[in-house]
C-alpha cells in the first residue's frame, strides 16, 4: 500500500472507532483531516499536539483493523503505536497534512505485514517445546470464541493481498473502487482478488474440518 | 453463519469487538522527530532554509512559554481544593464523546404513536448518518439491540391495526398484539452511509410492546458477535415469562422458562433487562419481586433450555423504587454487574439514585459510579452501555453531574456519558423507553 494514498471522502471515514470530535485547531475532524495544520510553521509542539489528537479519535479503530491482522491484542497495540510515532517523525515532510490518516492506516497496515512475517519465521525456527509463535492471548481466545478463531487464522494463512482484500470488503464494508484506490490496485485486480481469496479461505476452513 | 462471507464478517467483528471504545492504551511519542522540524515546501522554493533557523528559535521560544504558562496552570489547579463535579471543558468533553461507541440507533417519535423509524446517529454530533424505516407490512420498529462492533444492529418490527375509538384525542391505531414482532438485521456502512436491512430467520415471537395483561417483548439482546439473539418475553400472570436465545443465522432456538414468583423485565414499562458479556455465552438478566427488591442473574445461554431458574445463577440484588428497576449491563468480563439503584423517602419526599458497580461473583458492591438524590418520586435510571471496566458508561440520569448531597428538584433526564463524576450529554440522544435505543 502506497504511502500516499488517495484519501477520498469516503475513505477518510472508512476506520471503525473513528468518532470524530469538536474541530479545533490541532484537532482531527471526523473525516482525519487537521485543522490549523495546512499551512504556517510547524513545530515540535504543534505536531505531537497534531498527532496525538489524530491517535485520539483513531487509534481504536486502527487497533480494531490490527487485531483482525495479526489476532494479538499486544501485537496491534505496537503496530498502531509504531504508525503513529512513524507519523511523529515524517510529520514535517508530510506535504498534505489532510492524508495523515492514510499514511498511518498504510503504516500500520505495513507493520500487520511484518508481524505475520515475523511469526512465519519463528515458527520455523520453533522447536517442539516452544510456545507457538502465533498463540494467541488466552483472554483474546476467550472473548472470540472457537469458531471465529477458525475463521480468522484461516484468513491469516492468506497471501497479504488477499487477506487485505477481504478485510477492506467484508470488515470495513468499503467499495471495489474504494479498495482499487487504499491497495493501489485496479478495480479488476480488487475484484478477481477478492474472489480467488474468498475461495480460498473456503477451501482453507473445509480443510480444517 | 452459512456462507464463508457471512463466517468471516462475524469473525471480523467478534475479533473488533474485543477493543472497546476508549481502549486505546497512551500515545507514547519520541522526544524529538529524527529529523529536524521546518516549513516543507516546494523544492524550487530554496529560501526556506535562510528562515529555518529564525522559525525553530521562534517556536522554541513559543513552546518554553506555553510550557511555563502550563506548568502555572497546573500548580493553581492543584492548589484548589477537588472540585469532584465542576463545569465540563470542550477537550473533556470531546474525549468524554469519543470514548463510547461511534454510533447509535434510536426510534425516533414519541412511543404510542405509529410509524417508529429507526435513526442512526454519530454518538459525538448527534447527526443523522441513516435512516430506515420498517418494510411493509410492518408499521413500527419497537426495540433495537446492537453487537460489540459499532455498525451491527437487530431491530424488532410489529404491524399496526387501526382502532375506532370514536375519540379524536385517542390514538387512531394501537400496536396489533395478535400480529408478531418480526426481527430484522441492520448493517451500517459508514463508508457509504447506508444502512441495509435483512429479515432475520428468527421465529417471531408474541408482538406487542408489554402491556398490563398483555403477553409483550420486554426486551431484546443481540450477542456481541452478532450471532445470537436473546428475546425476553413478559406474559400476564399465572402465565411464567420466558427468554429465548435464537441463532440470528438460521434461526435455531433455545427457551427457558422462569418457574416461580417474580418477574422478568418489568411489566410496567418496557426496558431492557438483558445483557451480554464479551463471551457470547454469558447472558445477564434482571429477575425481581414485587416493586422493592431486583436482581441480576446469569444464564449459560449453552446450556439446553429448560427452567431458567436452575440453569442461572444470581449474581447480584438491590432495592428499587418507583415504577421500573431500570436497565443493568453486566461488563464484558462478566465481571461486574452495574444497576441502578433507588431508595424512597416518604417524608420528606425524597430519593436517592446510585449507579452501582456489584461483584458478579460475591454479589457484593464493589463501587458507586453514580449519586444524585433529589426531591420527589424517583424516575428511572438506566445502565445503556458500559466499556469493559465499567468506569465508562453511557447512563438514563438527570441532566447535572452527580450531585453529592445536594437535593435537585424535579431534574430533567438525559442519554450521556458517564465517567468518574462527568457527566456529558450525548448530542441529540433521547429515548422514550430504553428498548428505543442501542450502541
Known amino acids: 500500500v502506497k504511502a500516499d494514498i488517495p484519501n477520498t471522502a469516503k475513505d477518510r471515514e472508512l476506520l471503525p472507532g473513528g468518532t470524530g470530535s469538536q474541530r479545533t485547531a490541532g484537532a482531527p475532524d471526523r473525516a482525519g483531516t487537521l485543522a490549523g ?32 491482522m495479526t489476532g494479538d491484542r499486544q501485537a496491534a497495540e505496537d503496530v498502531v503505536q509504531e504508525a503513529f510515532c512513524g507519523l511523529f517523525r515524517r510529520w514535517a515532510h508530510l506535504a498534505d497534512k489532510d492524508k495523515a490518516l492514510s499514511y498511518v492506516r498504510s503504516c500500520a497496515l505495513n507493520g500487520c505485514r511484518s508481524e505475520l512475517r515475523r511469526r512465519i519465521r519463528n515458527e520455523r525456527r520453533a522447536t517442539r517445546d516452544t510456545v507457538p509463535a502465533d498463540a494467541e492471548s488466552a483472554e483474546y481466545a476467550a472473548l472470540v470464541g472457537e469458531e471465529h478463531r477458525e475463521v480468522l487464522a484461516a484468513l491469516r494463512r492468506l497471501p497479504g493481498r488477499q487477506r487485505e482484500a477481504l478485510v477492506f470488503r467484508f470488515y470495513l464494508d468499503l467499495s471495489e473502487p474504494e479498495i482499487a484506490a487504499t491497495m493501489g490496485i485496479s478495480q479488476g485486480t480488487v475484484k478477481s482478488t477478492t474472489s480467488r481469496a474468498l475461495a480460498a479461505l473456503g477451501r482453507l476452513l473445509e480443510e480444517d474440518r | 453463519m452459512n456462507t464463508t462471507e457471512d463466517r468471516l464478517r462475524a469473525a471480523a467483528l467478534a475479533a473488533a469487538g474485543t477493543v472497546a471504545p476508549g481502549s486505546a492504551p497512551p500515545l507514547h511519542l519520541p522526544d524529538q522527530p529524527a529529523r529536524r522540524f521546518g516549513v516543507p515546501g516546494p523544492p524550487h522554493r530554496r529560501g526556506w532554509r535562510r528562515w529555518a533557523a529564525p522559525l525553530a528559535a521562534a517556536a522554541s521560544v513559543i513552546a518554553v512559554v506555553a ?55 454519530a454518538s459525538a454530533t448527534g447527526s443523522v448518518l441513516a435512516s430506515v424505516t420498517p418494510p411493509r407490512p410492518y408499521g413500527t420498529f419497537t426495540h433495537v439491540s446492537g453487537a460489540a462492533d459499532d455498525r451491527t444492529f437487530v431491530l424488532a418490527a410489529q404491524r ?48 406487542g410492546l408489554p402491556q398490563e395483561g398483555l403477553t409483550g417483548l420486554a426486551g431484546i439482546a443481540l450477542s456481541p458477535d452478532g450471532s445470537k439473539l436473546a428475546i425476553a418475553i ?7 415469562p420466558e427468554i429465548t436465545v435464537a441463532s440470528v443465522a438460521t434461526g435455531s432456538e433455545r427457551t427457558w422458562v422462569w418457574q416461580g414468583k417474580g418477574w422478568i423485565g418489568d411489566h410496567m414499562d418496557s426496558f431492557q433487562p438483558l445483557s451480554w458479556a464479551a463471551d457470547g455465552r454469558t447472558l445477564a438478566f434482571q429477575q425481581g419481586h414485587g416493586f422493592v427488591t431486583a436482581g441480576a442473574r446469569l444464564l449459560d445461554t449453552d446450556l439446553p433450555g429448560g427452567n431458567l431458574r436452575s440453569s442461572s445463577r444470581p449474581a447480584a440484588q438491590w432495592h428499587f423504587a418507583g415504577d421500573n428497576a431500570g436497565n443493568i449491563a453486566i461488563t464484558p468480563d462478566g465481571s461486574k454487574i452495574i444497576a441502578p439503584v433507588t431508595t424512597f423517602q416518604r ?42 471496566s465499567g468506569s465508562t458508561l453511557i447512563v438514563i440520569s438527570p441532566d447535572i453531574s452527580p450531585a453529592g448531597h445536594r437535593y435537585l428538584p424535579n431534574p430533567p433526564w438525559a442519554v450521556s456519558v458517564l465517567t468518574g463524576d462527568q457527566l456529558t450529554p450525548l448530542p441529540r440522544a433521547n429515548a422514550h423507553y430504553t428498548g428505543e435505543i442501542a450502541w
Do not use: C
Open chain 1, 37 to 68: 495544520t495546512g499551512t504556517g510553521p510547524i513545530g515540535v509542539a504543534d505536531a505531537r499536539t497534531a498527532v496525538t489528537a489524530l491517535y485520539q479519535v483513531h487509534a481504536v479503530g486502527l487497533i480494531r483493523l490490527a487485531i483482525i
Open chain 2, 67 to 121: 510550557a511555563s504558562l502550563a506548568i502555572t496552570s497546573g500548580g493553581g489547579a492543584r492548589a484548589r481544593p477537588p472540585v469532584p463535579s465542576g463545569p465540563e471543558t470542550a477537550p473533556a468533553r470531546a474525549a468524554a464523546l469519543a470514548s463510547v461507541p461511534p454510533y447509535y440507533l434510536t426510534l425516533t417519535g414519541y412511543s404510542g404513536q405509529p410509524h417508529l423509524h429507526a435513526v442512526l446517529r
Open chain 2, 160 to 207: 399496526w391495526v387501526p382502532v375506532p375509538t370514536g375519540k379524536k384525542s385517542a390514538a387512531a391505531q394501537r400496536l396489533d398484539n395478535a400480529a408478531r414482532t418480526k426481527f430484522f438485521l441492520l448493517r451500517f456502512s459508514p463508508t457509504a452511509r447506508t444502512a441495509r436491512l435483512t429479515a432475520l430467520p428468527v421465529p417471531m415471537e408474541p408482538g
Open chain 2, 234 to 240: 413478559d406474559r400476564p400472570a399465572p402465565l411464567p
Open chain 2, 347 to 388: 417524608h420528606p419526599s425524597r430519593s436517592v439514585l446510585q449507579i452501582t458497580e456489584f461483584s458478579a461473583t460475591t454479589g457484593k458492591m464493589v463501587r458507586v459510579a453514580g449519586h444524585w438524590q433529589y426531591a420527589g418520586t424517583a424516575g428511572g435510571q438506566d445502565i445503556l452501555w458500559t466499556n469493559p
